[in-house]
């Protein structure tokens, strides 16, 4: 029951009170009664001070001393709320990026996978650099090798993506899925959260079909339920039954619904798959057995593979090039993500010194104006331990501020960035804000805080300087300089940012304006499975059937079966086909050339809007048993037949895939060119056949004038009708097809875009506080010059100048540091671009236009000084 | 003010001041100046506590919890601080007389040794 400083006086009062009755009653005369009993008490002050200093510490008196500084601060910060407000929000979205931006980071690239033994883990990759392909994949033979031939591994699990059209959930539909044999979990070293997962029982052409549901699936569609155990799926022809849940972890190498065993998929069971070398579609997964390094395994691996290579060289070309790689699988999983991450963590740094820098500026400028008001205060008797406290109480006020929004904004930013990152790697799904970062950032706000206090000079104890004479402001060399530094670095930076995004924005409009060849907007894509190999009659009656159905829909201009949406198929059928034509004999050692194999339905070009540049189109007649025939791309009558005519003339595929016989097709007619892997077209060279010779396609494309989306329910219920468990899924014009094919890009474009925006709003406010401040610091100068003849327009134009100074300066110094830095950072990380001229001369502009509007708010202002007013001033 | 202090008042011993604050509140509750007043009139107007100095040790008294405070309504109708012993207030009180007692007996023999009386 500490009492109040009230109760004390009131103690005092009561006491002194007492006294003086007492003697008034004793027959004295008040007032001397008064001075008798003050005399008898003592100083009041000290008795009270010592009073206090029973209950009160020392520390509690320079608290609360600091509780009204602060009080003081947010008064005196009220008064400049503009700038308190400018501090405040950049500290804050340079705490809340960074903070966002780092735990991301973190979350993705640093910390480790829920796998067990992770770092004995490893991903092994077949390319063929010479085809272009990244990643080959992996055929059963080659596994087989590399099962029976190494022993630095200690176990190989083996993973394939199959389609499955499911039935038995819900409605009818495609889930992606894992085909593995039974060593694929054992050696990931996942667990089950739920039953069991499949192991060794469940290999063999006579297991049981089993399946394993993903914990992401298990969780959003069967919401945990555990009954879900025991469940007959219908995979396509295959059942398989649900044995267990899979514990949460990063799905790779695809984001599948099921993982399943071998037998559910009839592909995985025929010849082609069982003995084809060069029939890859499987990833491989390593275990490096005990005491093996990573680097030991790599070069075991590699010996293998090149040994299979020498041993087998009509599976392997040499212009190929094949290659195999060994990576940590954390690595493998989190190096798509590596680049855009380091990338958004470089511009939140950027953003983040632009906004330090700026904050600095605003803070200095501010003290410099305070010189006259703290020269005042020391003249009243303020120690200069007290003008500091009111320094410090006033950045705390600021910075704590910011600090505090800086942790409020840091969660919505984690949300956005993660959802992000999300497009690069699955781990960013379980972001969650990293507290750690946000002490630190929130630390690091309350150092500048103290630091920023101690920017401004005290006066001298002895005030005799300028700072009592005069009200108005001395802007010394020193201080100047040290201003227009900090802004012309901000520009610098900024332009930076600016640069990078105009780079990417360039990009992105070139790949959404570039004509693709397609009639983009007036095509409606679906796709509509048949199950894997069926080639039957029967299969190809029933597109038929849907063709023509849907052909009787209203407003359908056209419709078409294919085998591949354009750009969504993109990668799905590998690096192409080897093929031949008739008169065309391949140099010595050279490769046999690759098309891409396409099955169509007649009428095909017309809907997607593919012109027919000279022969015939396929018709109804182009069917089995009839003569074999083929549509080529532009490229491939150009490069096979530079000297004639490639219409009626044969090709044959060479590719194993086809058997041995070589089966001539007459070509009949040449289409433009279109690339339907990539959104910037390259040439391509394509082979067109008939669906109904070649086996069904599995895509249907509807061509419409009217809205293509009011299509898609009139076609499923076709769909239904003739095959009421038929997946009918996807529907998309192909124009948003290439929308979604570029949204990673998009993005990108958008974020940096937007980190870019916040630089230039931050230099802008730099630029202009800082020429505000010397304007101001110049009124006199000012009014001295217009008083002896200077024009208002002349004032404008030299301060606008000097604001164009600091942004050409920047400008330069932010081309020659990019440059630099874009330099060492090509050294270090692969496929840096750097911008083109268009993308620098545009951010300078943009960078320059906003300086100028940022300038000529002080500039107007210096060329309307009122004469009068300046002179009197001082 | 110290120079118009009475030439013949004793200066009152290091510590004892808070002894002397218990004694007087034995008789019960007390303000400050009432405090002050009974320590006077009991010595003979030769101990005159400054209350300057009275005041911040009965604060002290009272956070170490040998008095407790409130507020009330002196017989002169002032509103004043009433101090009160505590119970451990009278423990202290007899600790410290006895320590008086010790105190003064030791100083006693020094001064007036049993041989030369």
Redesign the interface.
């Known amino acids: 029951m500490r009492?109040e400083q009230r109760?004390l006086d009131?103690?005092?009062r009561?006491?002194l009170?007492?006294?003086i009755?007492?003697r008034i009653?004793r027959g004295a005369d008040p007032e001397a009664a008064r001075l008798a009993a003050l005399?008898?008490?003592?100083?009041?002050p000290?008795?009270r001070e010592?009073?206090r200093?029973?209950?009160y510490s020392r520390w509690f008196d320079m608290a609360q001393a600091l509780v009204q500084d602060l009080r003081v601060g947010m008064r005196s910060l009220w008064r400049a709320k503009g700038l308190a407000a400018t501090v405040v929000v950049t500290l804050a979205l340079g705490i809340g990026a960074n903070a966002a931006i780092f735990s991301v980071v973190r979350t993705v690239l640093l910390s480790p996978l829920v796998n067990r033994d992770e770092a004995r883990l490893i991903y092994i990759r077949q390319s063929a650099p010479g085809l272009g392909t990244g990643n080959l994949t992996f055929s059963v033979p080659e596994i087989a090798d590399f099962k029976s031939r190494t022993t630095s591994i200690s176990a190989f699990g083996d993973f394939s993506t199959v389609d499955f059209t499911m039935v038995g959930f819900g409605e009818p539909r495609i889930v992606k899925a894992g085909v593995v044999s039974g060593s694929f979990f054992e050696v990931m070293g996942l667990r089950p959260v739920l039953g069991r997962l499949l192991d060794t029982r469940d290999d063999g052409l006579n297991a049981a079909g089993a399946a394993v549901l993903t914990n992401r699936f298990w969780i959003n569609s069967f919401n945990r339920d555990p009954s879900v155990i025991g469940k007959t799926l219908k995979l396509g022809a295959r059942t398989a039954t649900v044995v267990g849940v899979l514990e949460p972890s990063v799905p790779y190498p695809a984001d599948t619904e099921i993982i399943a065993n071998v037998v559910t998929s009839p592909h995985h069971l025929g010849a082609t798959m069982i003995s084809g070398r060069t029939h890859r579609m499987t990833e491989l997964f390593g275990r490096l057995a005990p005491g093996v390094t990573l680097a030991e395994g790599r070069a075991e691996l590699v010996a293998v593979h090149a040994a299979m290579v020498s041993e087998h060289p009509d599976s392997y070309s040499a212009t190929a090039g094949m290659q195999l790689t060994a990576t940590p699988l954390r690595d493998q999983i989190t190096s798509p993500a590596r680049t855009i991450l380091l990338l958004l963590l470089a511009a939140a740094g950027v953003v983040f010194i632009i906004a330090c820098s700026n904050v600095a500026n605003l803070i200095l400028a501010r003290s410099v104006r305070r010189e006259g008001e703290l020269a005042v205060r020391a003249a009243l008797g303020a120690s200069r331990g007290a003008l500091r406290r009111t320094l410090l109480a006033e950045s705390l006020v600021l910075c704590g501020a910011g600090a505090v929004l800086g942790v409020l904004l840091a969660r919505p930013f984690v949300a956005v960035v993660a959802s992000f990152a999300a497009r690069f790697s699955v781990r960013a799904l379980d972001v969650t804000l990293d507290t750690s970062v946000l002490w630190v950032g929130a630390g690091l706000a309350m150092a500048a805080a103290v630091l920023l206090a101690y920017v401004p000079r005290l006066p001298a104890q002895t005030p005799t300087g300028p700072g009592l004479v005069s009200a108005g402001v001395r802007l010394t060399p020193g201080t100047n300089r040290r201003l227009r530094v900090f802004a012309t670095m901000q520009i610098a930076l900024s332009f930076v940012l600016l640069a990078g995004a105009g780079m990417l924005v360039a990009t992105l409009l070139a790949r959404q304006t570039a004509s693709t060849g397609y009639d983009t907007r007036r095509v409606l894509a679906l796709d509509v499975p048949a199950p894997l190999g069926d080639y039957s009659a029967k299969a190809i009656g029933f597109y038929q059937e849907i063709l023509r159905r849907v052909a009787e829909l209203p407003g359908v201009d056209g419709v078409a079966v294919g085998s591949f949406v354009p750009w969504r198929d993109a990668g799905s059928f590998g690096p192409g086909v080897s093929f031949a034509v008739e008169g065309l004999v391949p140099a010595d050692g050279e490769e046999e050339p690759r098309a891409r194999l396409r099955i169509v339905s007649p009428g095909f070009f017309d809907v997607v809007g593919v012109p027919l540049l000279a022969g015939r189109a396929f018709t109804a007649d182009d069917r089995r048993g009839r003569e074999a025939v083929v549509i080529v791309s532009h490229s491939v009558a150009q490069r096979m037949f530079p000297n004639g005519e490639a219409l009626n003339r044969t090709m044959w595929w060479t590719d194993p895939y086809f058997g041995k016989a070589v089966v001539p097709r007459r070509i009949v007619g040449v289409v433009a060119d279109v690339d339907d892997e990539n959104v910037v077209r390259a040439p391509a060279l394509t082979v067109y056949h008939p669906f109904q010779q070649m086996g069904v396609a599995g895509r249907v494309f509807v061509r419409t004038a009217g809205n293509p989306y009011a299509l898609v329910a009139p076609v499923r219920r076709v769909v239904r009708e003739l095959a009421p468990n038929q997946p009918v899924e996807r529907p998309a014009t192909l124009e948003d097809v290439r929308a979604r094919v570029l949204t990673p890009e998009r993005l990108n474009a958008f974020v940096i875009s937007g980190f870019a925006g916040v630089a230039l709003l931050i230099a802008m406010v730099g630029v202009a506080g800082v020429l505000a401040f010397g304007v101001s610091a110049r009124t006199r100068e000012f009014g001295v010059r217009l008083a002896i003849g200077s024009t208002p327009r002349s004032l404008l134009m030299s301060v606008l100048s000097e604001g164009m100074a600091i942004v050409t300066i920047g400008i330069a110094a932010g081309i020659a540091g990019g440059y630099a830095c874009a330099g060492i950072a090509a050294s270090y990380v692969a496929g840096i671009e750097l911008p083109g001229v268009v993308p620098v001369l545009a951010a300078a502009a943009v960078l320059g236009s906003a300086a100028i509007l940022a300038s000529l708010m002080p500039a107007a202002r210096a060329s309307r000084v009122d004469v009068l007013q300046a002179l009197r001033s001082e | 003010m110290a120079k118009q202090r009475d030439q013949q008042r004793l200066e009152l011993l290091q510590g004892t001041l808070d002894m002397l604050i218990l004694r007087t509140l034995q008789w019960g509750p007390q303000h400050g100046h009432g405090i002050g007043q009974a320590i006077r009139s009991q010595s003979d107007e030769l101990l005159k506590v400054e209350t300057g100095s009275l005041s911040p040790a009965m604060h002290r008294l009272e956070k170490r919890g040998w008095l407790k405070s409130e507020w009330g309504v002196s017989e002169a109708n002032q509103k004043a601080k009433y101090y009160q012993l505590t119970a451990a207030g009278k423990a202290q009180l007899s600790r410290e007389r006895d320590r008086w007692s010790q105190l003064v007996g030791a100083i006693g023999r020094i001064m007036n040794p049993a041989g030369t009386e």
């Open positions: 009492p109760d009131d103690e005092i009561g006491h009170a007492l006294s009755q007492e009653e005399r008898e008490f003592g100083y009041v000290a008795a010592s009073m200093a029973v209950w």
